[in-house]
């Protein structure tokens, strides 16, 4: 009897299904079998098992055949195929979640209910996203020398919306313009030079930072601030918040700003009527109805000659002229009216003027001082501690003469 027909008689030989591992049970025994592992590997390889043998299992088996009688042990081990990974696309702007929004918590532990608004704010040019290529994975090989294949990885592709560019390669995603990033229906990226708030902005949207055009159909409550880097349209009132705008701000409603808050523009304001408020325009301030016990400053003009164009009470300032129908009342409610210096450059002289005089007062005190000290130096009566005064009043009248000396002509 042959050796190969003495081992098919005692051990069966069985595969996995994907073929990486071959198993070997005793299928039969007789007393004094037994067999070399050379036969026995030689037995495998005619079955077809030429890779991943283990010799130490064959080993075991051909010196104790008799111990693997009820059990299939492996004797060779394929390797399992890697698949590959897919493609991905990494944001390089976190996309929020407005779901999850929380307000913000300030270092000293308390919460700002009004900072609940996070918007993806990104700048022409700026990186958005880069495309991660798929991995192709590695094949396996079958304890009969087979290769098992692998499935590769899918190609992830940039899903692009409106105002987005990438690169020829479909490697990098840029914004195309400042505005807002967004994920629209389908999972397009798109970046709106526009943020729209349909309705009131109160504790559910919180302040806004925006580096377009702001557009709120609703109205702005008092205490919430919107900041623009384009314009801010309001279709409803603004109580007294803070509205600041590179651009122009057109509020349909009006502005009643309770004396707090402020509405400022790089360019022109334009409202319905403004009621203790502080308006602020870098160009010109169009009030179609009336303008009541407010501050109202302009680079150039100030309109209120609608129907009723009423300036009654508070302080208008423009660079070049106040237009208006009817400017105080009958009651001689102070209403101040300045034209032909810019606001800024009055009220920066204002400031300075103020700022002068308690200098000249801090100087004269100063001088007074030294005064007395010097009377008891010289009569050799100066304790220790009012000499160091005395120097110490010496560095600040030098200090105070210099910023004197650095301010000339404000004294008129």
């Not at 702007?93 to 300030?106: A, I, M, N, Y």
């Not at 958005?128 to 094949?139: E, M, N, Q, S």
Request: some cysteine.
């Amino acid at each position: 009897m042959s050796v190969d027909y003495a081992l098919e008689k005692f051990f069966q030989v069985t595969f996995s299904d994907d073929k990486t591992v071959a198993y070997v049970q005793l299928s039969d025994w007789e007393e004094g079998f037994g067999c070399e592992p050379e036969e026995l590997e030689q037995f495998l390889r005619k079955r077809g098992i030429k890779y991943g043998i283990q010799h130490d299992a064959i080993n075991r088996i051909a010196g104790h055949a008799e111990e693997y009688q009820y059990s299939r042990t492996p004797v060779a081990m394929g390797t399992e195929p890697v698949h590959g990974e897919n493609g991905r696309i990494e944001f390089k702007v976190d996309l929020g979640d407005k779901e999850t929004s929380r307000p913000l918590e300030t270092a000293d532990g308390k919460v700002d209910y009004k900072e609940i608004t996070r918007l993806n704010n990104v700048r022409k040019g700026q990186l958005l996203a880069v495309r991660i290529p798929a991995k192709p994975g590695v094949p396996g090989t079958a304890v009969t020398g087979e290769e098992i294949p692998c499935k590769p990885g899918k190609e992830a592709q940039f899903k692009i919306g409106k105002n987005v560019v990438v690169d020829p390669e479909q490697n990098v995603m840029y914004a195309a313009i400042d505005g807002l990033l967004t994920k629209t229906e389908k999972g397009k990226i798109n970046v709106f030079p526009v943020y729209e708030i349909n309705g009131d902005v109160d504790y559910s949207i919180g302040n806004i930072d925006f580096v377009g055009t702001v557009v709120i159909r609703g109205n702005v409550l008092s205490g919430f601030r919107i900041k623009a880097a384009g314009d801010i349209r309001i279709t409803g009132f603004v109580e007294g918040a803070e509205l600041e705008a590179e651009g122009s701000i057109d509020i349909s409603g009006g502005i009643i700003g309770y004396n707090k808050g402020y509405v400022k523009a790089g360019h022109n304001v334009k409202s319905a009527f403004v009621q203790d408020g502080n308006v602020i325009a870098g160009a010109d301030v169009n009030v179609s109805q009336s303008i009541m016990h407010s501050n109202v400053r302009a680079g150039q003009n100030v309109f209120c000659n609608g129907t009723k164009g009423l300036i009654v009470g508070g302080s208008i300032q423009a660079g070049e002229r106040v237009v208006a129908r009817t400017v105080g009342n009958s009651t001689s409610t102070t209403t101040v009216i300045e034209v032909g210096v810019l606001p800024e450059l009055r009220n920066e002289l204002g400031e300075l003027r103020v700022k002068l005089k308690q200098q000249l007062e801090s100087m004269d005190k100063t001088d007074k001082a030294l005064y007395l000290l010097n009377q008891l130096a010289a009569s050799g009566q100066l304790p220790p501690d009012k000499l160091a005064l005395r120097i110490k009043l010496n560095a600040t009248k030098k200090i105070q003469y210099g910023r004197t000396e650095r301010n000339p002509g404000t004294h008129a």
